[in-house]
T-cell receptor, first 115, second 114 residues
Framework: KAGVTQTPRYLIKTRGQQVTLSCSPI?????VSWYQQTPGQGLQFLFE???????NKGNFPGRFSGRQFSNSRSEMNVSTLELGDSALYLC??????????????FGEGSWLTVV | QQQVKQSPQSLIVQKGGISIINCAYE??????FPWYQQFPGKGPALLIA?????SEKKEGRFTISFNKSAKQFSLHIMDSQPGDSATYFC?????????????FGRGTSLIVHP
């Protein structure tokens, strides 16, 4: 099976712009979650989608949004970019998120630099 | 407020030595504790995990020790190898909105010298 695929891998944006990141989960996985990774804060949960519905949302401002399509592919959007949004954005998918032993599979991430 | 505290931030050990990474949590609603390993340029990958009804779990050279009363858990890497050099994240998960969502520690950068 192919792993979690994220595009683009690297991008540079200017403050005030908006960005859209894409994620293709592992085939058959209906849960997709997004994380922001920075050296200072580590891995922070953004949101989780299951069958096109947002089930959980982390403590991020409304500039961060996401959606999931009927084929389980997901996108996240950050509007009005700030310098502090520079980070590695990781997408993860899982087959059975309601089970404690469920394994979360991460993609390699999208590196966003805001200048 | 940091719900999962991880230490040390960085760790250097010699090949063949024991690497120990510690984590502590506050919320007793957490009931699943995975560890993730991340190599440069890659996403984190599940290494080993434990439920709170077990005090220890071993998989090869990797062992999790869990102390429920102290709300602490640790990862021990025996016979550490240069290939173990990576960043390690502990996590604590609880069910919310129908899904288990992990809260991560800030990570430990492990370097194993040959």
């Amino acid at each position: 099976k192919a792993g979690v695929t994220q595009t683009p891998r690297y991008l540079i944006k200017t403050r005030g712009q908006q960005v859209t990141l894409s994620c293709s989960p592992i085939s058959g996985h209906r849960s997709v979650s997004w994380y922001q990774q920075t050296p200072g804060q580590g891995l922070q949960f953004l949101f989780e989608y299951f069958s096109e519905t947002q089930r959980n949302k982390g403590n991020f401002p409304g500039r961060f949004s996401g959606r999931q399509f009927s084929n389980s592919r997901s996108e996240m959007n950050v509007s009005t970019l700030e310098l502090g949004d520079s980070a590695l954005y990781l997408c993860a998918s899982s087959p059975d998120p309601g089970v404690a032993g469920n394994t979360i599979y991460f993609g390699e991430g999208s590196w966003l630099t805001v200048v | 407020q940091q719900q999962v505290k991880q230490s040390p931030q960085s760790l250097i050990v010699q090949k063949g030595g024991i690497s120990i990474i510690n984590c502590a949590y506050e919320n007793t609603a957490f009931d699943y504790f995975p560890w993730y390993q991340q190599f440069p340029g890659k996403g984190p990958a599940l290494l080993i995990a434990i439920r709170p009804d077990v005090s220890e779990k071993k998989e090869g050279r990797f062992t999790i020790s869990f102390n429920k009363s102290a709300k602490q858990f640790s990862l021990h890497i025996m016979d550490s190898q240069p290939g173990d050099s990576a960043t390690y994240f502990c996590a604590a998960s609880k069910r919310a909105g129908g899904s288990y969502i992990p809260t991560f520690g800030r990570g430990t950068s492990l370097i194993v010298h040959p």
